[in-house]
């Protein structure tokens, strides 16, 4: 009988046999021991909470078994079924019968919203933070972050030159240079009511509809390439924890860092760059077609050869996908520029919300300026002005 088998299956069937029967017996008893240990909790996070995901989850776990018989085409995505439901174990897990884990729950809170982890820990306060947690803190994260509502569109904010009010006294007439306080009011506001910061990446994921972000989610731009972002938006950004992206017109940038001097119109150099890059990233801006003349911007009246040339050495000197129209002019020649030369996104200065689905080539802003009401600033980001 043992020739008949051999003959007929041959020697590499029945050693597959064997290893997948080996194999099954482990994931039933990884399965089982997960189950037992979901079950066997001992500390006081309600399980109910989480009862959906592992409902889920077991509901995937469910088709290994067919009238006893295993269907072992099934395994891969069982797999990560149970690899899931061992993670969702830990956050019931105490190890050393003492902590919890931070990370498992804010990935398991990431995978429930569908939003990135780093956007979870700053609406948590957790950036930076211990890694364990107690009972009482684990339970007080995942009810923080439990019933988040997703946003439907977003505000993207434009801001370019800062400088304190007394020593504003060469620019007090440009709209585009806000004082210090201004910008530190928006900040503090933006922060008191909750909201997270996105990045450009985040915000082209959701442009896209594959990321849910926040409610209250906001992105923050500044235009140019100023020294003054250094010098004041940035300890301002990184107390509040918050990111932002700096356009950056590349053919301005001096090779070395100056003193700052509020009396001049200073760009920072490419040396400084990497040490701001923990709150800023830089964009385009063009690299030498930032003028305009006769309210035409040089974008738009320059040859199409010049302007797919100046688009490409800006993207390869900064390496991103992303930038802005100077002076907010655009045309399809250039948005076909854009696309010649590899970038994905760009920003006009028109004051719209924008949501899934926008022209990834035409996405609004509000264009902060030293006239922009407070009132009018609330409203833009969806800040409830109670004194009126």
């Not at 079924?81 to 969702?88: D, E, S, T, W, Y």
């Not at 700052?260 to 709150?279: H, I, K």
């Not at 924008?354 to 969806?382: H, M, Q, W």
Request: hydrophobic share 40%.
């Amino acid at each position: 009988m043992f020739k008949t088998v051999f003959k007929r299956f041959g020697v590499f069937t029945i050693a597959l046999a064997i290893v997948t029967s080996l194999y099954i017996s482990y994931i039933n008893t990884a399965i089982y021991t997960c189950a037992i240990n979901i079950s066997a909790t001992n500390t006081n996070v309600a399980i109910s909470d989480f009862q959906v995901e592992i409902d889920a989850l077991y509901n995937q776990l469910e088709p290994i078994y067919v009238q006893g018989t295993v269907r072992w085409w099934s395994l891969i995505p069982n797999i990560e079924a149970m690899q899931k439901l061992q993670q969702l174990q830990q956050l019931y897990s105490e190890p050393n019968n003492k902590f919890i884990t931070r990370d498992n729950i804010l990935q398991v809170m990431a995978d429930k919203h569908n939003m990135p982890v780093r956007l979870l820990e700053s609406i948590s306060g957790s950036a930076g933070r211990q890694t364990f947690l107690e009972p009482e803190e684990a339970r007080a994260l995942i009810a923080s972050l439990y019933t988040i509502k997703p946003a439907k569109d977003v505000p993207v904010l434009s801001y370019h030159h800062l400088l304190r009010a007394k020593e504003n006294r060469k620019y007090s007439n440009n709209n585009i240079a806000i004082s210090v306080e201004m910008f530190e009011e928006h900040m503090s506001l933006l922060n008191e009511h909750g909201f997270v910061t996105l990045t450009m990446d985040e915000l082209a994921l959701f442009l896209d509809g594959l990321i849910q972000i926040p409610e209250k989610s906001v992105v923050i731009t500044f235009d140019d390439g100023y020294l003054s972002n250094f010098v004041y938006a940035y300890p301002i950004l990184k107390d509040y924890g918050f990111r932002a992206t700096i356009f950056t017109i590349t053919g301005m940038l001096r090779d070395e860092p100056v003193e700052f001097d509020p009396d001049l119109l200073q760009f920072f150099s490419w040396q400084e760059m990497d040490d701001y890059r923990d709150v800023f990233d830089y964009a385009g801006h063009t690299h030498d077609l930032h003028y305009i003349s006769m309210n035409v911007s040089f974008l738009k009246s320059r040859s199409q050869s010049r302007i797919t040339k100046d688009l490409k050495q800006s993207r390869d000197l900064l390496g991103t996908d992303y930038f802005a129209y100077p002076y907010g002019q655009y045309n399809k020649n250039i948005i076909q520029a854009l696309n010649e030369a590899g970038y994905t996104m760009a920003f006009t200065t028109n004051p719209y919300r924008v949501e899934p689905g926008t022209d990834k080539y035409k996405i609004s802003r509000l264009c902060v300026v030293s006239k922009t009401k407070l009132a009018y600033f609330k409203n833009f980001v969806g800040i409830e002005d109670m004194s009126e």
